[in-house]
C-alpha cells in the first residue's frame, strides 16, 4: 500500500515539474505532454532495464496515464503570471518526486536482493533519471551534474534504506523516514542554496 502512494506521489510530482519544465522552454501541449511522461517513468524504466526486467510502468500503463492527465492539467491551469516563479516551483516539485522514487528504488533493489551498492545506485536510478532525461530533452545541463546535494540525496537516502532493512527495522519507518528527510533536506537546499563543493565555487569565493 505505501509502495502504491509513493509510486502515485512520485509520478505526479515528476509529471508536474516535466510539464512546467515544457513551459519554460514554450513547447506545445504535445512537448509538454511527453517531457512530464519522459520525467515520470523514465527512472524507473532505466532501473527496470538494469535489473533485466520488463519496466513497471509498461506492464501497469496506470502510471503513463496518470502522467498524461497531470502535464495535460498542469498545462491548463498554467498561467503566465507564475513564470517568474518556474524554476522554484519545478525544483519543489522535483523534490516531492525524488523523494518518492528513491525510496521506490531503494526497496526495488532489496527486492531483487542487491547489497548496499546495488541498492544505492537503483535508488538513485529512480530518483533521478527522469529528471536527467527531461534536462536533456530541452538541452539543459541535468540538476544531477549542478544543483546542491540532489544526487548525493539519493545514494544516501538508498544506503540508510538498506542498513535499516538490514537491521531489522520497519519498512513502513525506513520509507517514511527516509523519504521525509529527503524531501526536507532537498527543500533546505533551494531556500538556502546549499550545494557541495567545486572548483568552480570555491575560486568565486575565494575571489
Not at 41 to 59: H, T
Not at 183 to 202: C, D, H
Amino acid at each position: 500500500m505505501i509502495i502504491k502512494v509513493l509510486n502515485i506521489v512520485g509520478v505526479v510530482a515528476f509529471s508536474v515539474s516535466g510539464a512546467l519544465k515544457g513551459e519554460k522552454h514554450k513547447l506545445d501541449i504535445l512537448g509538454i505532454v511527453i517531457l512530464g511522461v519522459i520525467t515520470a517513468v523514465g527512472g524507473g524504466i532505466i532501473r527496470d532495464v538494469m535489473l533485466n526486467q520488463v519496466p513497471y510502468s509498461i506492464i501497469h500503463e496506470r502510471d503513463a496515464y496518470l502522467a498524461v492527465f497531470t502535464a495535460i492539467l498542469t498545462y491548463i491551469i498554467y498561467h503566465d503570471k507564475l513564470e517568474g516563479k518556474l524554476s522554484r516551483i519545478i525544483k519543489i516539485s522535483d523534490a516531492a518526486g525524488l523523494a518518492a522514487f528513491t525510496v521506490i528504488g531503494a526497496q526495488k533493489g532489496l527486492a531483487n536482493d542487491l547489497g548496499l551498492l546495488g541498492v544505492s545506485m537503483m535508488a538513485t536510478l529512480t530518483g533521478v533519471g527522469g529528471g536527467v532525461l527531461r534536462d536533456m530533452s530541452v538541452s539543459e545541463i541535468p540538476f544531477i551534474l549542478k544543483e546542491d546535494v540532489y544526487a548525493f540525496l539519493c545514494l544516501a537516502g538508498g544506503g540508510i534504506y538498506w542498513a535499516g532493512m538490514k537491521w531489522g527495522l520497519s519498512e513502513a519507518l525506513m520509507m517514511n523516514s527516509v523519504m521525509t528527510s529527503i524531501f526536507i533536506i532537498r527543500i533546505m537546499a533551494i531556500i538556502f542554496n546549499l550545494q557541495l563543493p567545486s572548483k568552480g565555487r570555491l575560486k568565486n569565493a575565494n575571489s
